[in-house]
């Protein structure tokens, strides 16, 4: 590999033999077969990336061309649902993934155990560690390319390496690259991707001894950078695991192989494993058995992409004929030839019979159904795309909006995601979470510190906190702020009815709602520790604010003069008349 392999990636050198050979003869086989069961989603696919992405389309043809330029868009007249895609990749990545604010949030599925104060600074130290790790790989350039293929193909795939620099490091897949298969609960469990790489590439990543010596020859000849070869990558359960094979990837669950398709001169590439599944491949809605999405804002708005090309079309025709028709002229100009731009001159005998130029036919027509046609068309490929949901605000054509009425709307909006957000919960942000806790464990820096002795062997529940999720949990808000409000108007009639209210448990609903950083909320223990202080201090300031007014008291009675005397000797003799009487 081109980069240092961290520890928990264990690899070895390719061997040869009768195991391995017919380790290779399966993978390949496999790769077909999968090749075959993906063939009836291609043609849909093509068409997707013709009217949508068409750089993608080359990645989707049977002849295999890397880095090829060329015009690609010959099918887009109207870039309508390309703009939309790029929209709903800019709204998908602001969110549910923006590096600029926190999006998840690390807890315990027990409460209690999560405010107690070193498991909730520790939580709060991993996070930070975890955002400081996702912002120095290429995580949050990687997840664009994610969003924009689940959008327009309903499918989406990438790669979560380690990397000894960066603890991970991502690779996007495109469309047409690979192939999936999953197991029995429905879950992808298998990768097989091709690639283009050229000579001068694989000698760089795996080596000199690894590759055949024809591609070491074209290297060190300086041709290498011209000549491209396609390599397998396949990640799948290592079902030998454990059966006592001697090759590096035997106690690893999950093993990677790269290889020369095509050329058999050496058997690997590479030949390693995985402790936990690398691949993230979120699908935007599945039917039934498919293994690839079933249906995405591409695939339901593509009948009317189509149609906007045909309509815009039609339309460029139509104003064509209006600003240039085709004309009539007479037959004596066919040999001199006649021009109708603007100042020219075209000479001809009238006095023979002749004609002026005229058009063939009157251009008076009326094309504005056609306008209001493409218009509406324009407007469900972006509703399709959830462009109305991501851009309320530029789309809105009210002045006068007031800011509560904006939050309802853009919630209201985003609860049109909710089923999509719990397939990329389940697809891509926890296997993500998951894939990136496990790296940092096993980094030689020691990335996450040695958990409390009370959260050992627990499991950790991960809490989104992104615009997009809190938009679900909006309603759990609003229902405490009204019910709150209904109380205090309540409580002005009847000031009893709030002791029915919790008022430190609806702060902590409030702040699970709102996601704020657990620093912020303290514990229930904490805050009845701080309560009971101020109790005492405030007892103990009533108290001496007592002695305070006694020693007062006491001082005046001393030192006031009645009759000569003092009033505290006044009163003695009082006291002492009294007896004696």
Known sequence: MSAPIPANYATSPAVSGGATTSRRALCEAKLASLENERESWLPHWRTLADYILPRRSQYLSKKKQWNQGGQFNTKIVDSTATLAARVLTSGMMSGLTSPARPWFRLTTPDPDMKDRPEVRDWLYLVESRMYETFAKSNLYTTLPVLYTELGVFGTAAMLVEGDQENILRCRPYTIGEYVLSQNDKRDVDTLM??????????????????????????????TGQQTWHEVVHVIEPNEEMGAGLDYGNQNMPWKSLYFLRGDSTKEYLLESGFQTFPILAPRWQIYGSDIYGSSCPGMEAIGDIKALQLEQKRKAEAIDKMVKPPMNAPSSLMNQGASILPGDINYHDMSSGGMALSPTYEMNWDIRPLIQDISENQARISRGFHEDLFMMLTHSDRRQITAREINERHEEKLLMLGPVLERLIDDLLDPLIDRAFHLMVNHPTQMIPPAPESLQGQELKVEYISILAQAQRAVGVQGIERMWGTASQIAQVVPQVLDKMDADQSIDELADMYGVPPTIVRSDKEVEEIREQRAQAQAQAQQAEAQRAQAETAKIMSETELSGNTAATAAADAMQVTGAG
């Not at 091709?194 to 290297?219: K, N, R, Y």
């Open 193 to 222: 991707s091709t690639a283009g790489m050229t000579s001068t590439q694989l000698v760089q990543q795996f080596g000199e001894e690894a590759v055949p010596e024809s591609i070491v020859a074209q290297h060190k000849a300086g």
